[in-house]
């Protein structure tokens, strides 16, 4: 079954900084892959996602990149703020073939200076 | 407002005891998932249902129990053969079923401790 490796565990930067978070996942068959944003007593909400007939997606501030070849993907926030620091999942599953089912990296915590 | 609601968002069970928790949503969604959140081990998935009266066991069913005898409801039952009970519980529900996922909506979650 699939697997989702996420690093760093934990990241800590200056306001205005950028930051990266990068996941790797095991089956080539997977092609969705979101990112979930987690504030502190909440339950995870999503932020971005990818499919992978792309290669890049953006919104606003937050980026997300996939190399289907190397089967990493990265979330690339820039001029981090405040109400930025929460803890960050990636995932990933097949959309059509795993029931919905999806497989979630272990997490990143983002703390922003200000 | 729609959305999902977990019940109640803190429980403490004496060790034997089964405890129930509670998750309703009324977006109309056709699947609903369980997932358990322990620290440095990200989300993984206890049970999910793509449709009423049908459910399936995820990574860690051992020890839980579930139903879906209504759409909007997916109880969690978390019994006394589970060997490490305390965690995070996190109730979602998507659009899909028959296999297409989307955008899963989760709820505040629900913190149980054993004592």
Request: glycine share 10%.
């Amino acid at each position: 079954g699939e697997n989702v490796e996420q690093h760093p565990s934990t990241l800590s930067v200056q306001e205005g900084d950028s930051a990266v978070i990068k996941c790797t996942y095991s089956d080539s068959a997977s092609n969705y892959f979101p990112w979930y944003k987690q504030e502190l007593g909440k339950g995870p909400q999503l932020i971005i996602d990818i499919r992978s007939n792309v290669g890049e997606k953006k919104d606003q501030r937050i980026a997300v990149t996939l190399n289907k070849t190397a089967k990493h993907f990265s979330l690339h926030i820039t001029e981090t703020q405040p109400e930025d620091s929460a803890v960050y999942f990636c995932a990933a599953t097949h959309l059509y073939n795993q029931g919905g089912k999806l497989i979630f990296g272990q997490g990143t915590e983002l703390s922003v200076k200000p | 407002d729609g959305g999902i609601t977990q019940s109640p968002k803190y429980l403490f069970r004496k060790e034997g005891q089964n405890v129930t928790l509670s998750c309703e949503q009324n977006l109309n969604h056709d699947a609903m998932y369980w997932y358990r959140q322990d620290p440095g081990q990200g989300l993984r998935l206890i049970y999910y249902s793509q449709i009423v009266n049908d459910f399936q066991k995820g990574d860690i069913a051992e020890g839980y129990s579930v139903s879906r005898e209504k759409k909007e409801s997916f109880p969690l039952t978390v019994t006394s053969a589970q060997k490490n009970p305390t965690a995070f519980y996190l109730c979602a529900s998507s659009i899909g079923a028959s296999g297409k996922a989307g955008e899963l909506f989760f709820g505040e979650g629900s913190r149980l401790t054993v004592l």
